[in-house]
Structure formats: C-alpha cells, structure tokens
C-alpha cells in the first residue's frame, strides 16, 4: 500500500519523515534512497502482533497539503508499505456517530497524538473502570501505558 511520508532535510544532513496516518511512525534516514526501506522497518515494528488497527493510507494530495505538518518547506513522498509482512490482532468494528462528535473525537485523538482508533478504545475502557467492569482498571493502566 502507498502511504504518504512528509519528508525535511534534517540541519545536519540526513532526513526525517512523517506519515500523517500513522501519527507515531518516525522514519529517519543517512540517504534519500534509505528512506522506504526504513519507513516499511517503522511500521512492521510498530505495528506487528499489536492491538493497533492499521489504518488506511490518504490519497488526498490535497487534503495532504493542508495538514499542519506540511510546512511547505519538505517534499511529499508515497512510500510502498508491505502489510503482507505485518501482523496486527486488532479487530475492526464498524461504529456510527453524529459528525459533530466524530471531529471532537479526531481533534482530540489528533492534540493527544493518538489515533482515532486507540482514543475510542481508552474511552470505552474508561467507562467499563466507571461502571465497575471486572478488569477493566487493569486494562485500562495497561493500554494507558502503551500509548504514553
């Protein structure tokens, strides 16, 4: 899958990329043309036998342009990610919401560096530790201390 990787030449030499639909995914690297190869490195780290959903990549160059991390100063490049060689035991569920809730959702999730996916399962969680679910303290800490 190609995936966008905002990239800025780094001061003293090298570079660094952003993905701005895999918000944790850094990728460095000494030489241009070590970059995909790094950033496939990142995300099969990230992401392999973990309980995050994989999100799909924007293809939006527009919208792409528009993010805060385009800074006009770096260049956009679409990196081929092989996610035939990640695992994840994530579960996808499908859920509705008023549009209205969904931007608080994504602005909130965005501001805490997270995704919208871990947001709504630390909100869930954090409900069941309110309402008394049997381990959900536990799971609760667990997951909290993943994300942080």
């Known amino acids: ?14 570079y660094r ?13 000494d030489a ?3 970059l995909e190869r790094n950033a496939q490195d990142v995300v099969q780290r990230m992401y392999h036998r973990s ?20 800074d006009g100063k770096g260049l956009w490049l679409f990196v081929d990610i092989d996610l035939s060689r990640v695992v994840s035991r994530a579960v996808s569920i499908q859920l509705s919401m008023s549009r209205s809730v969904l931007r608080d959702v994504e602005a909130t999730a965005l501001a ?11 909100a869930c969680l954090r409900e069941m530790r309110y309402t008394g679910v049997e381990g959900a303290q536990k799971q609760f800490k667990t997951r909290l201390a993943l994300l942080t």
């Open 51 to 70: 309980e995050q959903l994989i999100p799909a990549p924007t293809h939006d160059t527009s919208a792409l342009q528009t993010l805060d991390m385009d």
């Open 112 to 122: 805490h560096r997270m995704t919208r996916s871990a947001f709504i399962a630390l």
């Open 1 to 14: 899958m190609q995936y966008p990787l905002y990239i800025h030449r780094q001061a003293g030499g090298g």
């Open 32 to 34: 241009f043309g070590e």
């Open 17 to 29: 990329g952003h993905f701005p639909d895999l918000p944790d995914a850094d990728v460095h690297a």
